[in-house]
């Protein structure tokens, strides 16, 4: 990996992790379920007219946007509102992946290695210290919908496996045309008319623009310009170097939350957090191998 890419995937982290902080401003303002529901439609709309739809199975492209666009974003989105600390949030996201590989094992018959059962089984213990703190402190709800929310991006990662897209960057955006109605329809229903409203109309207070600047960071900076670069960056490099970087934005996005929200996480919250990081990162890492030429150099030595 070239170093013009590590300060590239570097700068993704730093905007994915700066992205859970665009969002405190956003909820603030806009009803969580409606905030969804305008996030994926900005883009959506864009989308229907000029980008031509994937040749994929049209049930894993609706499952696609079902889990990883409606059910993560719906359940973060709600734990937000209710208590869940910004940075916190960006850390318990992480268990996606290996809620990810057990969803892989079980339903798609993807081996399960020793690494990886070690690494699952230390993400899963820190994420139960977590959350038996929380619950001591009587703040258990927002972490579960959190966990509720990885366990959707999870889903949805299976189901984009499934879909086996020539073109990740079409399907990716398609996926954003399937949340807006489900989570339109739930915001109707649970927030009320009213308060989709009231969000509108208020857009020119103090409130409803720092609510629209945190919607835009969301939408065209942590979304589009992010995850353009990083497709980008997946499609020059082996997955499994990239990927690890992600594992850096819990600790983008726990910083900027302690300089810009003064949120401090308790001590065994952040132990609790490294032991998640350092479980996922194991579980991720590939076997070594010795290269070819390495065991050709070895045979004929000997």
């Known amino acids: ?12 982290v730093v ?23 305008l996030r994926f439609a900005v883009i ?10 994937p ?21 973060l989105f709600i734990a937000l509102t209710h208590g869940m600390p910004t940075g916190l949030a960006s850390l318990v996201l992480q268990a996606s992946a ?11 018959r993807e081996p399960l290695s020793a690494r990886q059962l070690s690494g699952i089984l230390a993400a899963v213990a820190g994420m139960g210290v977590i959350a038996w703190h929380r619950a001591e402190n009587a703040a258990l709800l927002p972490v579960v919908l959190t966990l509720l929310g990885a366990v959707s991006w999870a889903a949805g990662n299976i189901c984009s496996r499934q879909a086996r897209p020539d073109n990740p960057v079409h399907l990716t955006l398609w996926m954003s045309v399937v949340p807006p109605i489900p989570m339109l ?41 992010g995850s353009s670069i990083w497709t980008v960056l997946m499609r020059r490099n082996p997955a499994n170097v990239v990927a690890p970087f992600s594992l850096l934005v819990p600790v983008i996005g726990m910083s900027a939350a302690f300089v810009a929200l003064d949120e401090t996480p308790a001590l065994v919250e952040v132990l609790a957090g490294a032991v998640v990081v350092a479980g996922v990162l194991f579980g991720s890492l590939p076997r070594r191998q010795r290269s070819a030429e390495a065991r050709s150099a070895e045979f004929v030595s000997s």
């Open 44 to 53: 959506a709309v864009p989308t229907i007219l000029f980008i031509p739809r």
């Open 98 to 108: 290996p809620f990810t590989v057990l969803l892989g094992g079980l339903f798609l």
């Open 1 to 12: 990996m070239s170093l013009r890419d590590r300060l590239l995937a570097l700068f993704v």
């Open 185 to 225: 329809t739930l915001s109707t229903i649970f927030e009320g008319p009213a308060a989709q409203w009231h969000s509108l109309a208020t857009l020119g207070t103090a409130g409803g623009l720092a609510g629209l600047a945190g919607f835009a960071y969301v939408v065209l900076v942590g979304t589009v310009l």
């Open 55 to 75: 040749k994929v199975p049209l049930r894993w492209l609706i499952g696609f946007g079902l889990w990883f666009g409606t059910g993560q974003f719906a359940f």
């Open 15 to 37: 905007l994915w992790g700066l992205n859970f902080i665009a969002m405190h401003p956003m909820l603030g303002h806009f009803p969580p379920l409606f905030a969804g529901a």
